[in-house]
Nanobody, 129 residues
Framework: EVRLVESGGGLVQAGGSLRLSCSAS????????IAWFRQAPGKEREAVSAINNSDGRTYYVDSVKGRVTISSDYDKNTVYLQMNSLKPEDTAVYYC??????????????????????WGQGTQVTVSS
């Protein structure tokens, strides 16, 4: 059974930092795409960042570039999203997602939610001004 469990969300003031964790199990972590999406009230779900665990290729949405870093710990089967200089507009529920099949090296991370078959339950991030 595939499981993705997010943690690390919370309430933080603007300018602060949070590190989200996504603990994965039930599939071969090393050769799947893992992504972080977010959804704010009244808005569509958007990809924040993604990583191809086969080769470490990453993606960041323009609005978080320079403030957010995605990384994978292959020993712990965990993906992290380090978020710095947080802004009120970063407030959303953050979801971890995994591709439903292995992805080879050289493939850029997919940013379409349809490319991910497994999802976590989400963790709330609230940034106060």
């Amino acid at each position: 059974e595939v499981r993705l469990v997010e943690s690390g969300g919370g309430l933080v003031q603007a300018g602060g930092s949070l590190r989200l964790s996504c603990s994965a199990s039930g599939f071969t972590f090393d050769d799947h795409l893992i992504a972080w999406f977010r959804q704010a009230p009244g808005k569509e779900r958007e990809a924040v960042s993604a990583i191809n665990n086969s080769d470490g290729r990453t993606y960041y949405v323009d609005s978080v570039k320079g403030r957010v870093t995605i990384s994978s710990d292959y020993d712990k089967n965990t993906v992290y999203l380090q978020m710095n200089s947080l802004k009120p507009e970063d407030t959303a529920v953050y979801y971890c997602a995994a591709s439903d099949r292995a992805v080879p090296r050289g493939i850029a991370p997919v940013i379409d939610p349809e490319g991910y078959g497994y999802w976590g339950q989400g963790t709330q991030v609230t940034v106060s001004s």
